[in-house]
């Protein structure tokens, strides 16, 4: 179809005539070459798996991406003369090199839709990419990575082993999926109030020390004071909350990151919540066997860890955090020990940022505030 006006028209007439409404549209921006080569059984693959969640996928391919081919091809046209067009997808997946990353950035904040980063791993197949430390070369960094992060896409994942010169790209199934069940995630938060929405926030120990926290040229707690409010401005459950207040409750939970903390205090007073330690293991065991191993053989086993306790007759991992409403904010957990050299997936993951982010993704489910 030439663009997405005429798929959106087709769409619509078929979800009339099975008596449904029309899926949430997605789409994944790739590069003509695999049209042209006939190499599409990978998209085809992953446009399948966008449907199984319930997703209306779709591919769309070009020479080279610019605003203007990209708002001719995925660009609704406005009922009324004079008004601004919407975009057709409500998630975009980036697939493709972006060398007019800055250019694009204007038709994409005036969408205002998700921009999902995606790259291709080129240096073998996917029993290759598990075993490589690095994951993605060095070589593709500028435009694999830099370039779409430029135009404003978020969250990379390699999704597609491309072997050596010539081979056909195979889809890496677990990662592709992980795209597709965050593109649907996405889609929800974007019709779901503002004030049904939980927000979680990060501060840096930084520089080191027991009661540190803030960045380079930021005064983080008076930013956290403007962020507080401007949310609860726009709709959103919280309450700003003076600089000061940042500081004095933000002190005790930096210090749970250093010897001597109470950690069942922080739990009583309603500064950290709970992650079940059975929540957190059924996550590990999710993830690949060597980077279970990886974990375990430099941290020890989940039951093990220092911040695992007995409360409410289970036992859980605490995590502190101040919560002002529905926004909770957290230390970024230190890093033991430093990896040397260029980061690598050889550098495992902490413990203390793992179980941090696997309760940032189950906050309000089997994850829960103590009070």
Same mark, same amino acid.
């Given at each position: 179809?030439?663009?997405?006006?005429?798929?959106?028209?087709?769409?619509?007439?078929?979800?009339?005539?099975?008596?449904?409404?029309?899926?949430?549209? #997605?789409?994944?921006?790739?590069?003509?070459?695999?049209?042209?080569?006939?190499?599409?059984?990978?998209?085809?693959?992953?446009?399948?798996?966008?449907?199984?969640?319930?997703?209306?996928?779709?591919?769309?391919?070009?020479?080279?991406?610019?605003?203007?081919?990209?708002?001719?091809?995925?660009?609704?046209?406005?009922? @009324?003369?004079?008004?601004?067009?919407?975009?057709?997808?409500?998630?975009?997946?980036?697939?493709?090199?972006?060398?007019?990353?800055?250019?694009?950035?204007? &038709?994409?904040?005036?969408?205002?839709?998700?921009?999902?980063?995606?790259?291709?791993?080129?240096?073998?197949? @996917?029993?290759?990419?598990?075993?490589?430390?690095?994951?993605?070369?060095?070589?593709?960094?500028?435009?694999?990575?830099?370039?779409?992060?430029?135009?404003?896409?978020?969250?990379?994942?390699?999704?597609?082993?491309?072997?050596?010169?010539?081979?056909?790209?195979?889809?890496? @199934?677990?990662?592709?999926?992980?795209?597709?069940?965050?593109?649907?995630?996405?889609?929800?938060?974007?019709?779901?109030?503002?004030?049904?929405?939980?927000?979680?926030?990060?501060? !840096?120990?930084?520089?080191?020390?027991?009661?540190?926290?803030?960045?380079?040229?930021?005064?983080?707690?008076?930013?956290?004071?403007?962020?507080?409010?401007?949310?609860?401005?726009?709709?959103?459950?919280?309450?700003?909350?003076? @600089?000061?207040?940042?500081?004095?409750?933000?002190?005790?939970? &930096?210090?749970? !990151?250093?010897?001597?903390?109470?950690?069942?205090?922080?739990?009583?007073?309603?500064?950290?919540?709970?992650?079940?330690?059975?929540? !957190?293991?059924?996550?590990?065991?999710?993830?690949?066997?060597?980077?279970?191993?990886?974990? #375990?053989?430099?941290?020890?086993?989940?039951?093990?860890?220092? !911040?695992?306790?007995?409360?409410?007759?289970?036992?859980?991992?605490?995590?502190?955090?101040?919560?002002?409403?529905?926004?909770?904010?957290?230390?970024?957990?230190?890093?033991?020990?430093?990896?040397?050299?260029?980061?690598?997936?050889?550098?495992?993951?902490?413990?203390?940022?793992?179980?941090?982010?696997?309760?940032?993704?189950?906050?309000?489910?089997?994850?829960?505030?103590?009070?």
């Amino acid at each position: 179809m030439p663009d997405a006006a005429a798929f959106d028209a087709w769409r619509a007439e078929r979800a009339d005539s099975a008596g449904r409404a029309a899926r949430p549209a #997605v789409a994944l921006l790739v590069h003509r070459h695999h049209f042209v080569n006939g190499s599409t059984a990978w998209i085809d693959a992953w446009l399948r798996r966008f449907e199984r969640q319930g997703l209306a996928a779709y591919a769309v391919f070009g020479q080279q991406l610019s605003a203007a081919s990209l708002q001719a091809l995925l660009e609704v046209p406005a009922r @009324e003369a004079g008004g601004a067009g919407r975009p057709h997808p409500a998630v975009l997946v980036l697939h493709q090199l972006v060398p007019q990353a800055a250019a694009l950035q204007p &038709l994409l904040a005036r969408w205002g839709v998700p921009v999902l980063a995606t790259q291709p791993y080129r240096a073998g197949d @996917e029993a290759a990419w598990a075993a490589d430390a690095a994951g993605l070369s060095l070589s593709d960094v500028p435009f694999y990575l830099a370039q779409p992060e430029a135009a404003g896409a978020i969250d990379p994942l390699l999704t597609v082993a491309q072997g050596q010169s010539g081979a056909e790209p195979r889809l890496i @199934e677990r990662q592709a999926d992980a795209v597709a069940a965050k593109a649907r995630r996405l889609v929800a938060l974007q019709t779901r109030k503002a004030a049904d929405k939980r927000l979680v926030a990060m501060v !840096y120990n930084y520089p080191p020390g027991g009661s540190n926290f803030g960045a380079s040229f930021l005064n983080v707690p008076r930013s956290l004071e403007q962020v507080s409010g401007a949310l609860a401005q726009a709709g959103y459950r919280t309450q700003r909350v003076p @600089e000061q207040q940042w500081i004095d409750g933000l002190k005790p939970l &930096l210090a749970a !990151y250093y010897p001597g903390a109470d950690l069942r205090g922080l739990l009583a007073s309603g500064q950290a919540a709970a992650l079940p330690l059975a929540a !957190y293991q059924r996550h590990f065991a999710q993830l690949p066997a060597e980077v279970q191993r990886r974990m #375990v053989a430099h941290w020890g086993a989940p039951a093990q860890s220092r !911040y695992v306790v007995d409360w409410q007759g289970e036992r859980v991992f605490v995590i502190p955090r101040l919560q002002a409403g529905q926004l909770a904010v957290l230390p970024q957990p230190r890093a033991r020990r430093r990896c040397t050299g260029a980061r690598t997936r050889s550098c495992t993951s902490p413990r203390p940022r793992c179980r941090t982010t696997t309760w940032r993704c189950t906050c309000g489910r089997s994850a829960r505030p103590t009070r």
